[in-house]
Structure formats: C-alpha cells, structure tokens
Nanobody, 119 residues
Framework: QVQLVESGGGLVQPGGSLRLSCAAS????????MKWYRQAPGKQREWVAD???????NYADSVKGRFTISRDNAKNTVYLQMNSLKPEDTAVYYC?????????????WGQGTQVTVSS
C-alpha cells in the first residue's frame, strides 16, 4: 500500500508565504512525476504545478513566479513553496504522485491541506 501525507497548510495574510509538503510511503519502487492541484470553494480542481523525476518543472500561469515546486527523492517528498500569496490562492491543495509498486503503476492523491489567504 502507498500513502501520501500532506502538511503545511494554514491561514496567512496576503503577501505571506507557506510551504506545503507531501510525503509518500509504502511499498514504493519508483516515483515519477509529482504534482500539486488545488480546489477552491465552488470551483473545479485545477492543476498548479508539476515536477518530473528528472527535475523539470511546469507551472500554471496563475502561480508562475510566485510558487516553486521541488522534490527530495531520498525522502519521497514533494514541496510547494508559495510566496506573495493572494486571497485567490485560497483552496484545498492536493498532491498527486505517479508511483510504481511491485503490483502496479498508478497515481495517488494526498488527503488535501487547507490554505487560506486572508487579512
């Protein structure tokens, strides 16, 4: 079994910063692309950023220049550093990780962590 555990969400004022973490554990053979999504109230889940196993990154236009995705392969962890936060960044943030186990290859979702940007 594979588990993804997220942490780092919270309440922050506009212009502030937060760092999200998502750690994978279990019977993992390899980890491929790691992604972050978010879902604001009343809206569909949207892709935020991703990072390949080789370290290549991609960002949604709405967060480019403010968010940075990174990964620590030794810890099976992906991070999302969020700077210059805006009220419109308020959402539940989910990690999504493509993982190879001895039984299958598929993507897994974290439980979500709430980020609220408000004064």
């Amino acid at each position: 079994q594979v588990q993804l555990v997220e942490s780092g969400g919270g309440l922050v004022q506009p212009g502030g910063s937060l760092r999200l973490s998502c750690a994978a554990s279990g019977s993992i053979s390899s980890i491929y692309t790691m992604k972050w999504y978010r879902q604001a109230p009343g809206k569909q889940r949207e892709w935020v950023a991703d990072i390949t196993s080789g370290g290549m990154t991609n960002y949604a236009d709405s967060v480019k220049g403010r968010f940075t995705i990174s990964r620590d392969n030794a810890k099976n962890t992906v991070y999302l550093q969020m700077n210059s936060l805006k009220p419109e960044d308020t959402a539940v943030y989910y990690c999504n990780v493509y993982i190879l186990t001895i039984q299958t290859i598929r993507d897994y979702w974290g439980q979500g962590t709430q980020v609220t940007v408000s004064s």
